[in-house]
């Protein structure tokens, strides 16, 4: 009768209250960094982004590269748990009229949110024209082939021991990895780790990095990844100063749910936000006092997503942000996330 229901309606709210604490307190004790931590971590990364800039004038002068940059969550203040890595950007130059791009979905193996770039009027410019081709294969610019540029000199011919004593860090290139990382001890607990991302923007403002398709089959090794990071997270970061509201928060405490839950870890920072971004289209309350909502509301829509196997990105609906999932792990993700439904502080317990 309507007294049951009205219980029912209290334990769901004392539930909700308890979520809610719990979320704030998880945040405050394990998501937020300290701002000293952070601080330090910007600095090493500097101090190696100088390094790197300083030898590739001096040894490759004529390497058609625009300034190197660092970026990430730690420059964007939604790093979570720890301060331990960031992106070094390395944008290429490409020769407008000897390179095109062409987008996945126009291409065999039909994938939007990838792209090939290929090489035009070898006729009349001939191989060499550009000093890209070298990481030409088939006819197109290979990521693989450029990342392997960069690892022959980042792992091979820069002396990192010395470069390191001189900045008190211990710095040594990670091997194997699929991206070519840098790990740099600057304390004795703690290290960072900087990955190398070549990227090339197309006139249209249209970024690509030279991140390969997980899923490595020969034919996709040229593709090229469309990176929406810096609009997507400019759209959650306007979204919040508008109305003051918990988005970004809501994001940082489920990226820390996924980084601290193994059976979670292969949910990464973009479709977070792109489920966030989604979310943000059907709800408009996103006060701090919503927070519990918002963030069961997240899960549950992820749980949703993934039983659809499709995420659109919020920025581009054609790009699915779960194709690089086998469905092994598909339904792995939405079992847990499922599971935790009825109890979510479950996964914020460390
Ligand atoms: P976090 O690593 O989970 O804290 O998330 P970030 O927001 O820092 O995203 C970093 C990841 O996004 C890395 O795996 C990058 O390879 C990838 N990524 C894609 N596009 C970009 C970009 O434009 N900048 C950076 N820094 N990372 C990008």
């Known amino acids: 009768g309507g007294s049951g229901a009205t219980q ?3 334990q769901k709210a004392r539930m909700r209250m308890s979520l809610q604490e719990h979320l704030l307190d998880f945040y405050q004790n394990n998501v937020n960094i300290p701002t000293e931590e952070q601080a330090v971590a910007r600095r090493a990364a500097l101090d190696i982004c100088a390094e790197l800039r300083v030898f590739l004038h001096a040894k490759l002068p004529d390497m058609p590269l625009r300034e190197m940059y660092l970026s990430g969550s730690l420059y964007d203040e939604l790093q979570v748990v720890t301060a331990d890595h960031a992106q070094l950007m390395v944008p290429l130059i490409l ?3 000897l390179w095109s791009s062409i987008p996945g979905e126009d291409t065999i193996m039909n994938v939007p949110g990838f792209w090939l770039i290929r090489r035009e009027n070898l006729e009349y410019f001939p191989r060499n024209s550009s000093y890209w081709d070298r990481c030409m294969v088939g006819g197109y610019l290979s990521p693989k082939s450029v990342l392997e540029v960069f690892d022959k000199l980042v792992a091979g011919s820069i002396n990192w021991p010395a470069i390191g004593s001189v900045l008190d860090y211990i710095i040594r290139p990670v091997v194997p990895s699929e991206t070519l990382t840098l790990e740099v001890q ?7 780790y900087v990955d190398f991302l070549p990227l090339l923007v197309m006139e249209d403002g249209t970024s690509l990095i030279a991140k390969p398709h997980r899923l490595v089959a020969e034919r996709h090794e040229n593709l090229w990844r469309q990176s929406f990071r810096v609009a997507e997270t400019a759209r959650l970061r ?4 508008e109305d003051g509201g918990c988005r970004c928060a809501c994001l940082k405490l489920a990226k820390a749910m996924c980084k601290l839950n193994p059976a979670l870890n292969r949910l990464n920072a973009s479709q977070l936000t792109n489920c966030i971004l989604l979310l ?3 709800e408009g309350d996103w006060t701090q006092d919503a927070l519990a909502d918002r963030f069961l509301q997240l899960l549950r829509a992820l749980v949703g997503h993934l039983e659809a196997g499709r995420l659109p990105c919020a920025l581009s609906p054609k790009v699915n942000l779960f194709c690089e999932l086998t469905e092994q792990e598909v ?3 939405g079992y847990t996330l499922y599971s935790a439904l009825s109890d979510p502080a479950g996964l914020l317990r460390t």
Not at 186 to 192: C, I, M, N, P, Q
Not at 238 to 241: C, G, K, R, V, W
């Open 280 to 282: 943000c289209e059907k």
């Open 8 to 10: 029912s309606d209290l």
């Open 186 to 192: 600057y304390d004795t607990e703690r290290r960072l």
């Open 331 to 333: 339904d792995e993700l």
């Open 95 to 97: 020769e407008k009229n």
């Open 238 to 241: 306007a979204l919040d100063q």
